[in-house]
């Protein structure tokens, strides 16, 4: 039951399914702005996600790694992330076998048909986690993975529809309208679900809308007729909301606005976008800094103008440096003089030798030599939430990784070292650290004889919390939350019309 007071709501035991017309559609973000809103009003509230394939991750404090994007959402419900909130993450190492991360440990590494085998233990994992969630918070808000009407994969799914009837959950359908297509994708996303799972969805959000609102109104009235269904709201383009995302995939349309430098010039960072890119999530904090121009690279060339080039985290880190021998790239950053900061994976990659007998099973392999460090890689996960100093900084961190660095020489640098103007750690999130990113960064500049001052009062975290207000703004400004409060306290509407053509049943 649902009782408000002011501002402040009640809520027993509800639940919502956040799903999507795609991957990459708003789905993370607008669970991220659900979580906030309900936070602001007295609700307690906790996200889930069943079910996560994503290389970009966290570390919990007692040492799970989860999912990056229900780590921030954790943050928007005012909660420290936990194992529950994401029970199963995949971890893709190519396009055929992922990591099988289960309540943050990892227990195998398969592919697409040992997975099956893995089937009950997951469903049964998740649905244990859920309902942990819904014992001990009023609301939870789920977020599906990928698409529900992805059929090929229906009798399997853990993740959007075989979840919310196995849990009653009500769905709505976040569609990308930027992308073209959004109402041709919100009918084909319910019509080709069977009747089962078609009584589950509820309504659509529209996201990204740019224009004129009215324009829109004619397509939603016909939306509402032909599927018997609420639209909950048309969510408008925000810029600036470049938040924590999970999928490589939204790297392709990203662009990122550079605000005005604190001092004369701007300082150029080119990331590396390795095929098995991991955690690149670690480089945002270095695009809110004004004056800082990120950009990520595929070709050499790419990193002829940057005044700092980061060597990023990988799932695939021989795989990988084999590609930057490929393609140019390990010659041109042995040819480089200015900075190089490696990142986890990018710095087991500068560094002289890596043993792999787990991840590639390629044993010994030659790194780039830049830096005097050797990696072995064993067969437990390092997981943890170091901290330490750099440049009499604190910095705290979490580290994710196989390979175990044996620094030879060179001076220290977190848990890592530095060679001249070559940096690398396992540490990720330590740019997150304001006084020990604006200290990097002023080495960096006057390595790479920039006249570049990183602004004095750059806080990251704040910017976080500024940006989860704003998706929550943007759900209360646009969204008709009344009824999403219905939804979320009485369950699925009784009366949905089932479409054509339906699938047969699950």
Partial sequence: MICGFGTVWAMVNGALLVAGTTSDAGKSVVAAGICRWLARRGVRVAPFKAQNMSLNSYVTIDGAEIGRAQAVQARAAGLEPAADMNPILLKPGSDRRSQVVLMGRPVADVDAMEYGALKDLLRTTALEALERLRKQYDVVVCEGAGSP???????????????????????????????????????????????????????????????????????????????????????????????????????????????????????????????RISNFTDVDALAAEPGVVVRFATGAAELDDADLVVLPGSRATVADLAWLRENGIAAALRARTGPILGICGGFQMLGREIVDDVESGAGRVEGLGLLPVRFVFGAD??????????????????????????????????????????????????????????????????????????????????????????????????LNTDALLRLIDQGPPKTLPTLPPGAPPA
């Fill in 149 to 275: 009407a992805e059929i090929n994969l229906r009798r399997g799914d853990i993740a959007n529809m075989g979840l919310a009837r196995a849990a009653n959950l009500p769905v709505i359908v976040v569609g990308d309208i930027d992308r073209g297509g959004v109402f041709a994708a919100f009918y084909g996303t319910v019509g080709l679900l069977d009747a089962a799972d078609q009584a589950h969805v509820a309504g659509f959000v529209v996201n990204k809308f740019r224009g004129a609102k009215e324009l829109l109104e004619p397509g939603l009235d016909m939306l509402r007729k032909l599927t018997g269904r609420e639209v909950y709201g048309v969510l408008p383009w925000l810029d600036g909301l470049w938040l924590d995302v999970e999928d490589s995939l939204a790297l392709d349309g990203r662009q990122v606005a550079v605000r005005p430098p604190y001092g004369r010039r701007t300082l150029r960072v080119a990331v590396v976008r390795l095929p």
């Fill in 381 to 478: 996960k390092r997981l943890g939430r170091p901290e330490g100093t750099a440049y009499g900084e604190p910095v705290r961190a979490y580290e994710i990784h196989h390979g175990i660095p044996a620094v030879e020489g060179g001076e220290p640098f977190l848990d890592g070292c530095r060679s001249a103007n070559v940096f690398g750690t396992t540490w990720h999130g330590a740019l997150e650290n304001d006084g020990f990113r604006r200290a990097f960064l002023t080495d960096v500049a006057r390595r790479a004889g920039r006249d570049f001052t990183p602004a004095p009062d750059t806080d990251f975290a704040r910017l976080r919390e500024h940006r989860l207000d704003a998706l929550a703004d943007l759900v209360e400004q646009n």
